[in-house]
C-alpha cells in the first residue's frame, strides 16, 4: 500500500542529510558556509512540510497523526503492554516524535540565522543555546532510530525501506489505516 508520498520522502531524506553537512562542518575546519547553508535548507525544508502537512491529504496530514495526550498516553501504555495496533502512517508516539524533530530543526535554523545578525553576532547565549539545541537534536535522532528500529521488528516490517519507496505493505484487520 502506498503510503509516503514523494514530497514526503524527499524533505524527510534531504533534511536528514542538510543535518549531517550541519553537523560534520562543525567537526572539521570547514568553514561555516557549509554548516549555515545546511541549516537554513534545513529549516526551509521543515516549513514546507509543514505547510504540506497542513493540506490535510492521507499520512502526511497533521491532523491524521498528530493524537491528543490522552490517546498518545494510552498508545504508549498499550506499547508497554505489547497491545498496540499497527499503524499505516504515523503512530500518535511517531507522531509527536517528528513535531519534536521538526521544532528542533526550527529553533536550530533560527538561533544560527539569529547569530549572523548584527543585534545577536558574538552573543555567548545564543551560541550556547544553539549548541544545547543540536545536542538534543542527536538525541531526538537516536530516539527517533530506537522507535523506528522498535516499531519494525515489533509489527514486522521495513519502515526505513517504507521512507524510501513509499510502500508498506497491505493493513490487516486490526491496522489502523
Same mark, same amino acid.
Given at each position: 500500500?502506498? %503510503?509516503?508520498?514523494?514530497? @514526503?520522502? #524527499?524533505? *524527510?531524506?534531504?533534511?536528514?542529510?542538510? %543535518?549531517?553537512? /550541519?553537523? +560534520?562542518?562543525?567537526?572539521?575546519?570547514? =568553514?561555516?558556509?557549509? *554548516?549555515?547553508?545546511? $541549516?537554513?535548507?534545513?529549516? /526551509?525544508?521543515?516549513?514546507?512540510?509543514?505547510?504540506?502537512? /497542513?493540506?490535510?491529504?492521507?499520512?502526511?496530514?497533521?491532523?491524521?497523526?498528530?493524537?491528543?495526550?490522552?490517546? &498518545?498516553?494510552?498508545?504508549?501504555?498499550? %506499547?508497554? *503492554?505489547?497491545?498496540?495496533?499497527?499503524?499505516?502512517?504515523?503512530?500518535?508516539? =511517531?507522531?509527536?516524535?517528528? #513535531?519534536? #524533530?521538526?521544532?528542533? %530543526?526550527?529553533?536550530?535554523?533560527? &538561533?544560527?540565522?539569529?547569530?549572523?545578525?548584527?543585534?545577536?553576532?558574538?552573543?555567548?547565549?545564543?551560541? !550556547?543555546?544553539?549548541?544545547?539545541?543540536?545536542?538534543?537534536?542527536? $538525541?531526538? +535522532?537516536?530516539?527517533?532510530?530506537?522507535?523506528?528500529?522498535?516499531?519494525?521488528?515489533?509489527?514486522? !516490517?521495513?519502515?526505513?525501506?517504507?521512507? +524510501?519507496?513509499?510502500?508498506?505493505?497491505?493493513? $490487516?484487520?486490526?491496522? @489502523? @489505516?
Amino acid at each position: 500500500m502506498q %503510503v509516503w508520498d514523494p514530497f @514526503v520522502r #524527499l524533505v *524527510h531524506w534531504s533534511v536528514a542529510a542538510c %543535518v549531517a553537512v /550541519a553537523w +560534520i562542518s562543525t567537526l572539521d575546519d570547514v =568553514g561555516f558556509g557549509p *554548516h549555515e547553508n545546511a $541549516g537554513l535548507l534545513a529549516g /526551509a525544508l521543515v516549513l514546507g512540510r509543514l505547510l504540506w502537512g /497542513a493540506r490535510g491529504q492521507s499520512h502526511a496530514s497533521l491532523r491524521r497523526f498528530v493524537h491528543g495526550p490522552r490517546a &498518545t498516553w494510552a498508545y504508549a501504555r498499550q %506499547v508497554w *503492554h505489547g497491545t498496540e495496533r499497527r499503524h499505516m502512517g504515523h503512530n500518535p508516539l =511517531g507522531g509527536w516524535m517528528a #513535531l519534536a #524533530l521538526w521544532t528542533c %530543526v526550527l529553533a536550530l535554523a533560527f &538561533t544560527g540565522w539569529l547569530y549572523t545578525t548584527d543585534a545577536f553576532w558574538g552573543e555567548a547565549w545564543l551560541d !550556547e543555546l544553539h549548541r544545547l539545541l543540536g545536542w538534543c537534536l542527536l $538525541g531526538l +535522532i537516536a530516539a527517533h532510530l530506537a522507535g523506528v528500529a522498535f516499531t519494525s521488528r515489533r509489527h514486522g !516490517e521495513n519502515l526505513v525501506r517504507a521512507m +524510501i519507496d513509499g510502500r508498506k505493505p497491505a493493513p $490487516g484487520p486490526d491496522d @489502523v @489505516v
